[in-house]
């Protein structure tokens, strides 16, 4: 998602320590050499090991300056049974692999009996890696802002400008770093990683954006891949890339809600229930943004009103797990009840720091070119709104890749079939985030080297997250023993 981002929501997932970005001079080894091994070193966290990976700034300049990527190992317990590495590939852009490994390790760890050393890393730019700013101001910096919501009347005004003061700051301030961020380049990172690790090849289990980042590396590394698990995909259409992945958050939300209706006119819900019918609950929700677009509610957050769209945004990113159900409706109800002041929930409370919407942005707009007509964004917004009106044309909108400086350094990889068979990839079927038809276009660009399993759920993130021991098992099989389906498979 752009995903931002893989656990529940890029805001909630990037809340590993920082450190300084520091260039120095690379010690004089040859261009080609390959990186030394990782000094690992207790460092805390579930029990996992941390190390440090320098790597150039620019792959293209290998003796030039050096940054440092922030690795960990979860090793694997039981030394007879392991039979390599699986690199954990975050999600986002922006997430922390870090943080996912710390989340999901242990069950990973269980589930796959010590068969690898579990390994994930902050990609540039991410929690304890190197970082980079744009210098935001706070108000661009809520993801309400970041992702371009029109105005209540469809009006994009006041997103052009932002979107054109975001490009111009991230321009001035961002340095060589941020104009390093891209798939590409943190696919040559994954490639330094495996060398520095020692190993001849990768496993991998890549979440969300880490689908399209693991396709890319199996597209230009086949030989390197050994057991690929894709988990909840992206389309990788290379002509649009993020801009495609943002534009099916739209079908991805109307494919989800219908789950939150049936949730919420449950008469199990209590005082939870919004009404009698799943429609009514769609028709309510409809009904209350709109009310908040003409006039907003003030919070228990100083100074940030509850408006239609962070009503929306809330919905958005509820969408990615049950679990987040009650939160919904409970502000749906905080909404209905004059004397009631709405909380909100902290993904769309407050900001995000200034480094993490910096690499959020810069990694969707370095990776391909955005288009930049003003009025052809407007004539879209228009027409997505009628056909997606839970997402009133924010997936169809103009960001600040409209306005970025740069040009991408290379052309987007195409994704063929070329390659090993060795993928699998799983899908719940009602994604908000990675809908289902976008995940199609990935099962059809690999061809023969893939199988998919279907799970008929809905939320964000199949594997060891949905509760479906069908799924579940289908993939620990692969992973464990190599066995994969010998065709695609539905998981009710």
Same mark, same amino acid.
């Given at each position: ?25 690379? +010690? ?8 030394? #091994? ?13 190390? @440090?990976?320098?790597?150039?700034? $620019? ?19 039981? +030394?007879?049974? =392991?039979?390599? &590495? ?5 999600? #986002? ?23 690898? @050393? ?13 970082? &980079? ?35 111009? $700051? ?62 909840? /995909? ?13 534009? %099916?958050?739209?079908? #991805?939300?109307? @494919? ?17 229930? *919004? ?20 006039? +907003? ?8 009103? *509850? ?25 749906? =109800? ?6 009631? &002041? ?8 407050? +900001? ?20 930049? $007509? ?22 169809? /909108? ?23 068979? /060795? ?18 276009? *990935? ?7 893939? =199988? ?10 199949? %594997?060891?997250?949905? #509760? ?25």
């Amino acid at each position: 998602m752009i995903g931002m981002t893989t656990s529940r929501v890029l805001a909630l997932m990037l809340t590993a320590a920082a450190t300084a970005l520091t260039l120095t001079g690379n +010690p004089s080894s040859a261009a080609t050499a390959a990186p030394p #091994g990782l000094d690992w070193r207790p460092c805390g966290v579930a029990g996992q090991e941390c190390a @440090d990976l320098p790597v150039p700034l $620019s792959h293209d300049d290998p003796d030039g300056p050096q940054i440092t990527l922030a690795v960990s190992r979860l090793a694997s317990d039981r +030394p007879e049974a =392991r039979r390599g &590495t699986l690199l954990v590939v975050p999600g #986002g852009p922006g997430g922390s692999g870090i943080r996912r490994l710390s989340q999901q390790g242990p069950a990973l760890q269980r589930e796959l009996g010590g068969s690898y @050393d579990l390994v994930s890393f902050d990609p540039r730019g991410v929690g304890a890696s190197s970082r &980079t700013s744009c210098r935001l101001p706070e108000a661009d910096r809520h993801l309400v802002t970041l992702r371009s919501w029109p105005a209540p009347d469809g009006g994009i005004a006041q997103n052009v400008e932002r979107s054109r003061r975001t490009a111009d $700051s991230c321009a001035e301030h961002g340095g060589p770093l941020l104009r390093s961020l891209s798939t590409a380049t943190e696919v040559q990172d994954i490639e330094r990683l495996r060398q520095a690790l020692g190993e001849q090849k990768l496993s991998a289990y890549g979440v969300s954006y880490g689908t399209y980042v693991g396709a890319v590396y199996a597209q230009k590394y086949p030989a390197r891949t050994d057991r690929w698990v894709l988990d909840s /995909n992206d389309d990788p259409n290379p002509r649009r890339v993020a801009r495609g992945w943002l534009a %099916y958050m739209a079908r #991805g939300a109307e @494919d989800r809600f219908p789950d939150f209706a049936a949730w919420a006119a449950d008469p199990a819900r209590g005082d939870l229930r *919004l009404a009698e019918h799943p429609g009514d609950v769609r028709e309510l929700f409809l009904s209350l943004a709109a009310s908040l677009d003409r006039q +907003p509610r003030e919070t228990t957050t100083p100074g940030v009103p *509850l408006t239609g769209n962070r009503l929306r945004q809330a919905m958005q990113t509820t969408l990615y797990s049950d679990a987040s159900f009650p939160q919904l409706a409970l502000l749906i =109800r905080q909404v209905t009840d004059p004397a009631a &002041t709405p909380v909100l929930p902290p993904d769309v409370a407050g +900001p995000l720091s200034d480094e993490d919407a910096a690499v959020t942005m810069a990694v969707v707009c370095n990776d391909v070119r955005w288009p930049h $007509s003003v009025p052809a964004y407007q004539s879209s917004i228009t027409a997505n709104r009628a056909r997606y009106p839970l997402t009133a044309g924010m997936p169809a /909108n103009i960001t600040p890749c409209s306005f970025w400086k740069d040009a991408p350094a290379a052309k987007p990889v195409r994704i063929t079939g070329d390659g090993p068979s /060795n993928v699998l990839m799983i899908q719940l079927r009602r994604d908000p985030a990675t809908p289902y038809a976008g995940a199609l276009e *990935l099962r059809a660009a690999l061809g023969g080297r893939a =199988r998919m399993v279907t799970v008929e759920r809905g939320g964000h993130g199949a %594997y060891l997250n949905a #509760g479906n021991a069908c799924g579940d098992r289908l993939v620990t099989r692969f992973l464990v023993t190599g066995e994969r389906p010998a065709r695609d498979v539905v998981c009710g």
